[in-house]
């Protein structure tokens, strides 16, 4: 079945530091790859998303590359700040109208 | 995108007393879904709010627990049935919006507690 893996966390950086979290999946066909954030305390929030290969999905300065031929989708940043701490999650939806699959998350802690 | 209002946003619970968490969204939508958040953990599929049907759930989920109405296509509720503290979770709602091209949207969920 469908999966994704996320790199484990929690992850700490400090302040202007660059920022990968690694995403893998698998799945048949071509699914759709979603980042989803969720700082403390509150809902999920759509980051940035791909919808076929070598779409490159951005936001807020986040980047993520969707590879088909490495089956990844990793998250970047190139300046993190303390606000972009929180939980940053990973997934997949195998076509409109399928409901998403998660990756574990991954916590992000980013210190001044 | 979508606005997705779930009420209540928190609450703290008796064992035993059942609660219906209720989502509203401010436009059409082509598909709803329930999730659950349990402490430190990722998310679960509960199941997939069908409009005037019966809701489709996932494995480890079953109607008697997690009764699931959808009336129409902006409104779903989710009741979570005698409750005990293993319930203790953030339940979210979902939708797909239409036009948004398989991009699915959350509400801020609702924080129980079971004491």
């Known amino acids: 079945g469908d999966s994704v893996t996320q790199m484990e966390g929690p992850v700490t950086l400090s302040e202007e530091a660059f920022l990968t979290i690694n995403c893998t999946y698998t799945a048949t066909g071509y699914p759709s790859l979603f980042w989803y954030v969720q700082y403390p305390g509150e809902g999920l929030q759509l980051l940035l998303k791909?919808?076929?290969?070598?779409d490159k999905g951005s936001n807020k300065g986040f980047e993520a590359t969707y590879r088909k031929e490495t089956t990844s989708f990793h998250l970047e940043k190139g300046s993190v700040q303390v606000s972009d701490s929180a939980v940053y999650f990973c997934a997949l939806s195998r076509y409109s109208g399928y409901a998403l699959n998660f990756g574990k998350g991954t916590s992000l802690l980013v210190t001044p | 995108s979508a606005v997705i209002s779930q009420k209540p946003s928190r609450d703290i619970c008796q064992r035993g007393t059942s609660l219906t968490i209720q989502c509203q969204v401010d436009?059409?939508?082509?598909?709803m879904f329930w999730y659950r958040q349990q402490p430190g953990q990722s998310l679960t599929l509960i199941a997939t709010a069908n409009q005037g049907s019966e809701a489709t759930y996932e494995s480890g989920f079953v109607i008697d627990k997690f009764p699931i109405s959808r009336p129409n296509l902006t409104f779903s509720t989710l009741t979570v049935s005698n409750m005990s503290p293993e319930d203790s979770s953030i339940y979210l709602c979902?939708?797909?919006?239409?036009?948004?091209?398989?991009?699915?949207?959350f509400g801020e969920g609702s924080w129980l507690t079971v004491v």
């Open positions: 791909a919808t076929k290969a070598d």
């Open positions: 979902s939708v797909e919006t239409l036009g948004t091209g398989n991009t699915i949207y």
């Open positions: 436009s059409q939508v082509t598909m």
